[in-house]
């Protein structure tokens, strides 16, 4: 199994910081964006590297990498399939992990490369799932039916699942013939995504769903500032509640608390807010689709915090406050809300501020037959919007 690490382009969305260096080295973190694919790789056990770049850019790596990758040189802007097509007579019939080196993955790919290994033939790619329905307008996404992926539509007006393919490809060795049967796309650039859809079509292409974080640095300036404040932080799935210890201290004065520990959150903390609510009030369910995240701490008394994955119908619970002081982490793509088991002051942090204009809240019943026996009332007090969702 050998890898390549395809570090070409003209870098232009990420202008003007591209007019000094190539994109791919820019820093991520503690270290050049192009070192994150090369981690990637080498922690996945794919040891022989070669990086294919443009030929302005081709001695900024040889200064940087030295004698540890092979060099091929992409002498225009041919689009990622021909860049792979270079890599021909360095493969030499093995197997190939493709991976673009603006891809960022907090988590290992080791499980695709093993799952490849152990696959006969064909292809295999990793999926990871994206929240917002803009976002996935912008990339490619596949048609899912049954386990099987029926076609990858390039930046579809209407994605037809919620998962995008991302920069890690897995070909055998006859991807070399694909790639030399293409037909340049209106770009006039041999597109990576015809050489999938080939493997679609053979019935050959497989797929792992990736549970870590991904991004895409190069995709805009926004995104490879968020792709830095990611890798900063420690890592969540995109998927789960996640509980976060709290400190507490009390004595015959009162107490001191600790709120939030901010370096525990994957992204940064936009508004804090804060609520009283008497036993026995639920407040939701709600989810936000554009990437917002809650953060819930029971100041003083007893709350729980129920979330459901909408997609998979996975529920999920926890109380807190009283006897369990710490924070709940909900990714906003969760339905959720809160039930106070006995009055409640009800702090929480979110990621982006509250725009009454244009309010990003989405509600679902509070009792929905996925979540409704994870409250402890069946008589709730309601807000009138939450009564109207019911």
Request: aromatic share 8%.
């Amino acid at each position: 199994m050998k890898g390549v690490v395809l570090a070409g382009g003209t870098g232009s969305r990420l202008d003007p910081l591209t007019r000094v260096t190539n994109k791919h080295l820019l820093p991520v973190g503690e270290k050049p964006m192009v070192q994150w694919a090369v981690d990637s790789l080498r922690e996945a056990g794919v040891q022989d590297l070669i990086l294919v770049t443009g030929s302005d850019h081709v001695d900024d790596f040889r200064r940087y990498f030295g004698d540890e990758l092979r060099f091929a040189q992409q002498e225009r802007a041919g689009g990622i399939a021909e860049a792979l097509g270079l890599a021909r007579d360095f493969a030499a019939g093995d197997r190939v992990v493709v991976m673009l080196a603006d891809n960022i993955f907090r988590g290992p790919i080791a499980q695709t490369v093993r799952n490849f290994e152990r696959q006969g033939a064909g292809a295999r790619v990793i999926l990871a799932h994206v929240r917002e329905t803009e976002h996935l307008r912008h990339l490619g996404v596949p048609r899912i039916d049954g386990g099987r992926i029926l076609e990858i539509v390039e930046k579809p007006v209407e994605p037809p699942s919620i998962y995008a393919v991302t920069g890690v490809y897995c070909y055998d060795a006859e991807v070399f013939e694909v790639v030399d049967s293409l037909e340049p796309s209106a770009r006039n650039e041999l597109e990576i995504t015809d050489v999938n859809n080939h493997y679609v079509r053979a019935g050959t292409l497989e797929y792992d769903l990736f549970e870590g974080y991904w991004g895409d640095a190069g995709e805009s300036i926004d995104a490879y500032y968020e792709v830095i404040e990611r890798v900063r932080r420690p890592h969540f799935g995109s998927d789960r509640t996640r509980p976060i210890p709290l400190r507490r201290w009390e004595d015959e004065r009162g107490w001191l608390s600790e709120l939030a520990r901010t370096s525990a959150f994957p992204k940064p903390i936009r508004q804090t807010n804060v609520s009283f609510s008497r036993q026995g009030t639920i407040r939701g369910l709600h989810y936000h689709e554009r990437g917002q995240d809650d953060l819930f701490v029971c100041l003083q008394g007893r709350a729980r915090v129920v979330a459901l994955n909408r997609d998979t119908g996975e529920s999920f619970s926890e109380d807190i406050g009283d006897g369990n002081y710490a924070a709940v982490y909900v990714p906003g793509n969760l339905a959720h809300g809160f039930e106070a088991l006995s009055d409640v002051l009800m702090l929480y942090h979110v990621t982006e501020e509250y725009d009454p204009s244009d309010p990003d809240e989405h509600g679902l019943p509070w009792n929905d037959p996925r979540v409704v026996d994870l409250w402890s009332t069946k008589s709730p007090i309601l807000s009138k919007r939450d009564q109207a969702e019911s």
